[in-house]
């Protein structure tokens, strides 16, 4: 089946399913496939219960009216993404980046939702079948954000090409997926790939002018700039007024000459690229600066980002969602800023997926720690126990066994910074501080 006849029979429904446990009525059943699960298997149950078709690419399926056969199911799921996609004729803002893409995504959400109907990725879901199912989700929008992980080069390319992007914006480029990336220059290329994308579809690329990489990048691959920052050109620049637990900043328009303060329910003074970049870009669609400061102040962070979580015990910085030695060091510094009365401590999880660098990294994480002054510090994971070399710091291989430690040494009146890898798990320690 062509995809143009495809395209015509998803408009029937404008859904599509993917998971057996969460059908929805009406929907295309797309049969993908993992390490673990073929939903070709499933297709059958899938159009007998409530889907009106199922996409399959197992030949050996009885033939059925109702069942699709395609040389590739996630292809065409990509495929049929795309061709939607390319039926609006709107912004569409492809967002990437080491650190901070999915709650610059989130500011940005909120600000151009003061003026537009915005279509934007749910979540974390930024891979090759999230950024699909969130272009297939475009009904009667006037604006969408994308936002694309990726671990290996290529993948940028591969999800830029499904979203077609007209805008872009990289985040900031650190260390990040390190044993996918292959080395530092490897990250670089792979998010570099957006601006190729950018700047060969004539599009324009919203850029921190403070970041001395992103411009450079941005001039090699001749695309079309709007600046945030503190350059002359910029459309947003600011600066941190008052950096307490809760960010509070000062933003200036120059172009509409309007400045205006915010006070944020974000913790940590990185997050302001991340606000300039949404007031940028709201000013850039014609939000105007009042709209950006009520959506701005009014974000709450969620699903363990840049929070405050106050309990009977304890203060705590719950930043617990993904960790790498970029992100790690601004949240560790940013910590050791913040005024605070309580004594300080921190609990910090392993940094995954950095291959043959991670010893070098979390032992560089070991060091800065052991020029702070902090009360307490507690390490999780294999790779921090493997680089161990201070008696100051306690180390625990699993959350469960810190857990243990916690109920019989209780910890209180502490102000306390939870940082790490999610697979680390450390929202868990939660239940005990």
């Known amino acids: 089946m062509k995809i143009e006849e495809l395209h015509k029979l998803f408009l029937l429904s404008g859904r599509v399913s993917t998971d057996t446990r969460k059908l929805i009525p009406n929907s295309i059943f797309f049969a993908l496939k993992g390490e673990n699960f073929d939903g070709n298997r499933f297709a059958l149950e899938a159009i007998e219960t409530v889907c009106s078709f199922a996409v399959v690419d197992d030949a050996s399926l009885p033939k059925h009216e109702r069942l699709i056969l395609v040389p590739d199911v996630l292809a065409s799921l990509q495929k049929l993404a795309h061709f939607h996609r390319m039926t609006y004729a709107i912004p569409v803002i492809g967002i990437t980046g080491s650190n901070g893409k999915t709650t610059t995504k989130e500011l940005i ?9 915005v279509c934007a990725t749910l979540g974390n879901l930024n891979n090759h079948i999230g950024v699909p199912l969130t272009l297939l989700s475009l009904t009667d929008h006037e604006i969408a954000i994308i936002e694309m992980g990726a671990n290996h ?20 480029i650190g260390k990040a997926h390190l044993e996918g990336f292959g080395s530092p220059e490897g990250v670089v290329k792979a998010k570099s790939e957006l601006y190729s994308y950018i700047s060969a579809h004539h599009g324009k690329a919203f850029v921190d002018a403070d970041n001395p990489l992103l411009v450079k990048l941005l001039e090699e691959k001749k695309c079309d700039p709007i600046y945030y920052g503190s350059t002359l ?16 900043t000062n933003i200036t328009l120059p172009q509409t000459a309007e400045y205006f303060d915010i006070q944020t329910k974000l913790v940590g003074d990185y997050n302001l690229k991340n606000i300039l970049a949404a ?36 203060k705590i910085v719950l930043d617990a969602y993904n960790a790498n030695p970029s992100s790690m060091e601004v949240s560790i510094t940013n910590f050791l800023a913040i005024k ?20 070098k990294e979390h032992l560089a994480v070991i060091e800065r720690l052991n020029n702070s002054r902090l009360h307490k510090v507690f390490l999780v994971g294999p790779e921090f126990v493997k680089a161990s070399k201070s008696s100051s710091i306690q180390y625990f291989q699993k959350v469960e066994e810190l857990i243990e430690h916690l109920r019989l040494n209780p910890v209180t009146d502490h102000c306390i910074l939870l940082k790490g890898s999610r697979g680390i798990k450390l929202e868990k320690l939660l239940d005990v501080l």
């Open 109 to 117: 959400t909120a600000v151009l939702s003061q003026k537009y109907k």
């Open 153 to 172: 080069i290529g993948e940028i390319a591969a999800l830029s090409s499904i979203a077609a992007p007209n805008f872009g914006i990289i985040t900031n």
């Open 233 to 248: 050109k910029s459309i947003a620049n600011g600066k941190i007024s008052e950096n307490s637990h809760f960010l509070k």
């Open 279 to 314: 007031a940028c870009i709201g000013s850039y669609f014609g939000v105007n600066a009042k709209e950006i400061s009520l959506a701005i102040s009014g974000y709450l962070p969620s699903n363990s980002r840049s929070q405050l979580i106050v309990t009977k015990k304890n």
């Open 340 to 359: 605070e009365e309580l004594p300080k401590m921190t609990i910090l999880g392993d940094m995954l997926e950095l291959g043959g660098f991670s010893h």
